[in-house]
């Protein structure tokens, strides 16, 4: 059965039909509820360039990814979170891969010429990004996963980086650290900053001075956490305890602690970010590892709905969430030696 015959049974326009079928809020509920109904009882499934046709959309969501460096395990979860909620709208993902902001623009500019995405999805963001001036010019429907100091109308999703962070640290403090590293990612990334002014917020509230030294910023793999880690270690005034951004740096931090001939949770406390990979549990970790944790694929899904809201017509500065995240102390960290 196609549309035209669909919607001829139920005596509505064929615009109707896929407009309700699609979410749009202008449709009666009554109405659309018949057409689903409808829809079950006929066995009746859309077809994607009809519905197209219809409501102008063409079943597909964008996303930009910048180099090889962006194709890791967060990236993965994420994708898979975004990908299964779409999945169920039966939309689509047209990933494309850039290696310069500038390509990364012109790609922009490509998806809303050709309108080949109904929408993109704009991922780690800067403070002041060029990406979310452009996309408002272009008029081109976007979310963003994290947030910029950008002003404008135009939803998001982020964790409570800040907060996270400086929860870390203050229970670090606590049980009498002073010394503490941190692992980050790179700077001018806004979920990087949030994170070191957390982590400057909880040493600076107990009076402790910040040493630079102490602060590594690089990608979230296991062999620069691996590499930063062995650059505390040398330090005149090695730290006794660190935060690490992910799983993969404390992993590698893990690693060079071990070879140090030093124990995690004895000699060096460790916490860190759990993104929730589900290859790699803190809980069979040898110590297990204390976190701050917060699903990425969990994000995904969410934004994902939060994009079918846009389109179907909730206003961009509606869709605005922080979601707090949760630390959980395990056997990695432990009072600090008084020698």
Known sequence: MNLKEFASRLELSQTTVSRAL????????????????????????P????????????????????????????????????GGRLQQEEIDILVSTVESQEAELTTYRRLAASKRVDAVILHSPFRDDPRIALLNS???PFIVHGRTNYAGNFGWLDIDNFGAVRQATRHLIDIGHRRIALLNGY????????????????????????????TGNSEFTDEMGFRLMQGFLKLDRKPTAVVAGSMMSALGA????????????????????????PYISPDHLVPTLSTT??????????????????????????LREVWPV?????????????S
């Not at 899904?301 to 509606?318: D, K, S, W």
């Not at 949760?326 to 008084?338: C, D, F, G, M, P």
């Open 187 to 214: 700077r001018g990334r806004i979920f990087a900053e949030h994170r070191q002014e957390g982590y400057q917020a909880a040493l600076s509230e107990r009076g402790i001075a910040i040493d630079p030294a102490l």
């Open 254 to 277: 893990m690693r060079a602690i071990r070879i140090a001939g030093m124990k995690v949770g004895e000699d060096i406390s460790l916490i860190a970010h759990d993104d929730v990979f």
């Open 293 to 318: 944790r917060s699903s990425i694929r969990a994000a995904g899904a969410r934004i994902g709905e939060m994009v079918l809201e846009l389109l179907q017509g909730t206003p961009a500065e509606t």
């Open 47 to 82: 077809n994607t360039s009809a519905l197209g046709l219809a409501t102008g959309r063409v079943g597909a969501i964008g996303i930009v990814l910048k180099g090889g460096g962006e194709f890791g395990p967060h990236t993965s979860e994420f994708m898979g979170g975004l």
């Open 326 to 338: 949760e630390l959980v102390i395990r056997n990695s960290t432990a009072a600090a030696r008084t």
């Open 138 to 140: 272009l008029r081109l």
């Open 22 to 45: 699609s979410g749009y809020p202008e449709v009666k509920q009554a109405t659309r509820e018949r057409v689903l109904k409808a829809a079950l009882e006929y066995g009746y499934r």
